[in-house]
């Protein structure tokens, strides 16, 4: 037997920890993403008036995870199942949102740390701000995503058969591009959607932490201060323990996908590395909502029920004092 009829043996032993590994993660971030988004947007959908502070980018970032988690289904009946019966074009739109769910996430953290910095550095050119600016950067970016990730499917062929089961996914044949013009194409998507959003989060960071070390600055900057560094340090957490595996291995399973890497066991790890690392890439789902409550005061506040707490304290203080001044009133009457 040859080299790679050896390669071949053993990456068939690999599919099926592949399929368990995506069938597991996506089982585990279905229901906790799904809930933590939905109540990210009943959240700051109430609070969208009262502040200023990325609010907007918190609300599309929480849509562009529920996109991926509304497919999640889908997925996991695939790997469980290793079939695809619903048709090409639908395997091609849950492919596709994948990609769409990633990259919006990234823009819309690298917005969030923006803006949150910018509204500590510059808090009176933000303080009248109107949030339709915010709603254009959103758009915008929406549209530039969801034009440019169109080339994620389009570098895939449809649904292949092998047998009598559908192909979808990770097991979607790629199609022939010469070496030159992916390479090209990766090296523009690496530094367009990751190595400058990475170092406009990191350069927040930095800036962030220069501005603590102010030894002027009054007690009540110092803890904004610390609030919008508690954020955007969160926020480059999750950039990097979600997005930054998946970028650093990208390129290399797209080597072993076009035979550039001849390694017998280059090609048995980096297909491995490369579905751990996907699996991160989907952790964001789950991970943004946990953004939102420990970095947003309105969120736990009104996730916790202490306005609605208030609210009834409220009203049975006013329905108490309305008892009161009747029977009052009863009394002199009589």
């Not at 590994?21 to 990210?40: E, F, K, R």
């Not at 960071?205 to 955007?232: C, F, H, P, R």
């Amino acid at each position: 037997m040859s080299a790679n009829d050896t390669c071949s043996v053993r990456d068939e032993e690999y599919i099926h920890f592949r399929y368990f590994i995506y069938a597991v993660t996506y089982t585990v971030i279905l229901i906790p993403g799904l809930i933590g988004n939905i109540l990210a947007l009943w959240v700051f959908y109430g609070y969208m008036k009262e502040t200023k502070r990325a609010v907007i980018f918190m609300i599309n970032l929480a849509i562009a995870d529920l996109l991926q988690i509304l497919s999640l289904p889908l997925r996991i009946f695939y790997y469980l199942i290793h079939d695809w019966p619903f048709g090409p074009g639908l395997c091609m739109f849950c492919f596709y949102l994948k990609y769409v769910n990633m990259y919006a996430s990234i823009y819309f953290l690298v917005c969030i740390s923006v803006r949150r910095f910018w509204f500590l550095m510059y808090p009176f050119h933000f303080h009248n701000r109107k949030q339709r600016y915010d709603l254009f950067i959103s758009i915008a970016g929406w549209l530039i995503i969801c034009l440019v990730c169109l080339l994620f499917p389009l570098l895939r062929t449809r649904s292949d058969t092998t047998g009598n089961r559908n192909k979808c996914f990770v097991d979607l044949p790629t199609r022939n591009v010469n070496l030159a013009q992916s390479v090209v194409m990766m090296t523009v998507g690496e530094l367009v959607g990751f190595i400058v959003p990475l170092f406009v989060i990191l350069y927040c960071t930095w800036k962030t932490v220069l501005s603590l070390q102010n030894k002027y600055s009054v007690a009540q900057d110092l803890g904004e201060k610390k609030k919008a560094l508690k954020m955007i340090l969160t926020c480059t957490g999750v950039f990097l323990i979600c997005f930054a595996p998946y970028h650093f291995s990208f390129p290399l399973d797209f080597l072993v996908k076009s035979n550039e890497i001849k390694s017998c066991v280059a090609r048995r790890v980096i297909p491995i590395f490369h579905s751990v690392a996907l699996c991160l890439a989907s952790l964001n789902s789950c991970l943004d909502p946990i953004i939102y409550y420990f970095t947003t005061n309105e969120f736990r506040r009104r996730l916790l029920r202490q306005d609605l707490h208030d609210s009834i304290q409220l009203h049975a203080k006013f329905f108490e004092n309305k008892h009161i001044t009747s029977t009052m009133t009863t009394e002199l009457c009589e």
